[in-house]
């Protein structure tokens, strides 16, 4: 990806957290649109159960700095990984996929900004 591309999409997350999530630090999220294959992955659906969303697997093992694939199933809404400790925060569009990149080695339990309740319990292990 070309050096303007990244610096484009970098401008656009801080942006986008600054509305979502005031009180992460934009230096310490990264989030991009870029997809790689052999990521470790997290995905996102909707379920006619009880919770109603699911993040699958509930706790993911990674290691900081290694880009985290997060795709969103669900057609009907967004959500989020958002850590309970505010190290980090990505929104993912219905259907799409973004980037998650974990700033720091640490257990970090997530949630997600528009249904607090309404997921599975979830974490990231990092490294
Ligand atoms: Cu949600």
Same mark, same amino acid.
């Not at 989020?80 to 925060?89: C, E, G, Y």
């Given at each position: 990806m070309r050096t303007a591309t990244k610096l484009i999409i970098a401008l656009m997350v801080v942006v986008g957290l600054g509305f979502t999530a005031g009180a992460v630090a934009g230096n310490e999220a990264h989030a991009t649109t870029a997809i790689k294959a052999d990521n470790p992955t997290i995905t996102i659906s909707a379920q006619g159960t009880t919770p109603p969303y699911m993040y699958s697997p509930a706790q993911l093992n990674a290691k900081a700095g290694q880009p985290i694939? $997060?795709?969103?199933?669900?057609?009907?809404? /967004?959500?989020?990984?958002?850590?309970?400790?505010? #190290?980090?925060? $990505?929104?993912?569009?219905?259907?799409?996929? /973004?980037?998650?990149?974990?700033?720091?080695?640490? #257990?970090f339990p997530y949630y997600c900004t528009y249904h607090a309740d309404e997921h599975n319990q979830a974490s990231i292990n990092a490294s």
């Open positions: 694939t $997060v795709k969103n199933d669900d057609e009907n809404g /967004v959500h989020s990984v958002t850590a309970r400790d505010r #190290s980090f925060s $990505v929104d993912v569009p219905p259907k799409s996929t /973004v980037t998650l990149t974990i700033p720091k080695a640490g #257990s």
